[in-house]
């Protein structure tokens, strides 16, 4: 899933985010300017109802959500992410079974062995004999 993108505040249920709103828009803060930070930073983008589907309110309720749903449930939701071998859907389930395969990544530790200027960064996570590398790149 995206962050909505909704395009009112009115949409908007997260007091933290009302809350900038109204001093943002109190100093005289341009409206795009504070939307933008809000697509980016509020929490209500991660508290949007689950997109099951692409039908009536993405498959979540029959009834009315708390919050909107997300305007692209048609497009992204996890009937679709069933289809695409490539989505995070199947790279979230590819890591938990690696994580019940490995003992190592459960009960290891974890210790930092490079943290790169571009974002990526190694972890050696170990546990007795059992060692594991990964390397990962964060944007």
Same mark, same amino acid.
């Given at each position: /899933?995206?962050?909505?993108?909704?395009a $009112?505040?009115?949409?908007? &249920?997260?007091?933290?985010?009302?809350?900038?709103?109204? *001093? =943002?828009?109190?100093?005289?803060?341009?409206?795009?300017?504070? /939307?933008e930070?809000?697509?980016?930073? $509020?929490?209500?983008?991660? &508290?949007?109802?689950?997109?099951?589907?692409?039908?009536? *309110? =993405?498959?979540?309720?029959?009834?009315?959500?708390?919050?909107?749903?997300?305007?692209?449930?048609?497009?992204?939701?996890?009937?679709?992410?069933?289809?695409?071998?490539?989505?995070?859907?199947?790279?979230?389930?590819k890591?938990?079974?690696?994580?019940?395969?490995?003992?190592?990544?459960?009960?290891?530790?974890?210790?930092?062995?490079?943290?790169?200027?571009?974002?990526?960064?190694?972890?050696?996570?170990?546990?007795?004999?059992?060692?594991?590398?990964?390397?990962?790149?964060?944007?």
């Amino acid at each position: /899933m995206t962050n909505p993108r909704f395009a $009112s505040i009115e949409e908007y &249920r997260d007091v933290e985010t009302l809350n900038y709103y109204k *001093e =943002a828009r109190r100093n005289e803060v341009p409206l795009r300017k504070i /939307m933008e930070a809000i697509w980016r930073k $509020s929490r209500d983008n991660s &508290r949007t109802p689950m997109q099951w589907d692409d039908t009536h *309110e =993405a498959g979540f309720t029959t009834g009315t959500p708390w919050i909107g749903v997300n305007p692209n449930y048609r497009e992204v939701n996890v009937q679709e992410a069933l289809k695409d071998e490539d989505s995070v859907l199947h790279y979230y389930r590819k890591l938990i079974a690696l994580r019940k395969e490995h003992e190592v990544f459960i009960y290891g530790e974890y210790k930092l062995l490079f943290a790169a200027a571009s974002g990526a960064v190694r972890v050696h996570p170990h546990a007795g004999r059992r060692a594991a590398a990964r390397c990962a790149q964060f944007l």
